[in-house]
T-cell receptor
Framework: NAGVTQTPKFRVLKTGQSMTLLCAQDMNHEYMYWYRQDPGMGLRLIHYSVGEGTTAKGEVPDGYNVSRLKKQNFLLGLESAAPSQTSVYFC?????????????FGSGTRLTVV | AQTVTQSQPEMSVQEAETVTLSCTYDTSENNYYLFWYKQPPSRQMILVIRQEAYKQQNATENRFSVNFQKAAKSFSLKISDSQLGDTAMYFCALSDSGTYKYIFGTGTRLKVLA
């Protein structure tokens, strides 16, 4: 099925460990985004990409890095996980920059840092 | 700065009744889009309805409709004939034409009671 696929769906990390979240889309979308969702705070943008080889910072980029080596993939890395990064992470993609058609979201990754 | 405010953290409604979720926003742009997203317990983000700011007519999608008051910067969602499957978190979101991201509200948790 066409859409946005996130892996893994769940992960528990120890403080200081590193990991990479993978987002893959098969809709040929140019724009991809990583958000985090925390209780009472809605969704906040971490990083985004407007095309292959490009990345940019969103509202809450500290502690995260991203890469977009291939158009269909957008990776989110945590180099040294901290308990404050416990969250649900969503990847999304879109075709049009003005987002009139809305995002296509992945199903999320629940990350717990202990 | 753009902001989106959802002042009702939780709401409940009886099955088959009508409920209205509130959303106010602030933007200096003239062209923008407003969205309501539904997030059921499955965590998947689902686009419910969209409104273009330049359109005066309120958007409608089956049982879902909006009351868009541009001057008041208000964008409420009305759910008619509520069903148990409407139980979810609902997020209001704002996107400016030509920008790269959404601004999300903090969400309203809706519970439909049998």
């Amino acid at each position: 099925n066409a859409g946005v696929t996130q892996t893994p769906k769940f992960r528990v990390l120890k403080t200081g460990q590193s990991m990479t979240l993978l987002c893959a889309q098969d809709m040929n979308h140019e724009y991809m985004y990583w958000y985090r969702q925390d209780p009472g705070m809605g969704l906040r943008l971490i990083h985004y990409s407007v095309g292959e080889g490009t990345t940019a910072k969103g509202e809450v980029p500290d502690g995260y890095n991203v890469s977009r080596l291939k158009k269909q993939n957008f990776l989110l890395g945590l180099e040294s996980a901290a308990p404050s990064q416990t969250s649900v992470y969503f990847c999304a993609s879109s075709y049009l920059i003005d987002l009139r058609d809305g995002y296509t979201f992945g199903s999320g990754t629940r990350l717990t840092v202990v | 700065a753009q902001t989106v405010t959802q002042s009702q953290p939780e709401m409940s409604v009886q099955e088959a009744e009508t409920v209205t979720l509130s959303c106010t926003y602030d933007t200096s742009e003239n062209n923008y889009y407003l969205f309501w997203y539904k997030q059921p317990p499955s965590r998947q983000m689902i686009l419910v309805i969209r409104q273009e700011a330049y359109k005066q007519q309120n958007a409608t999608e089956n049982r879902f409709s909006v009351n868009f008051q541009k001057a008041a910067k208000s964008f409420s969602l009305k759910i008619s004939d509520s069903q148990l499957g409407d139980t979810a978190m609902y997020f209001c979101a704002l996107s400016d034409s030509g920008t790269y991201k959404y601004i999300f509200g903090t969400g309203t948790r809706l519970k439909v009671l049998a």
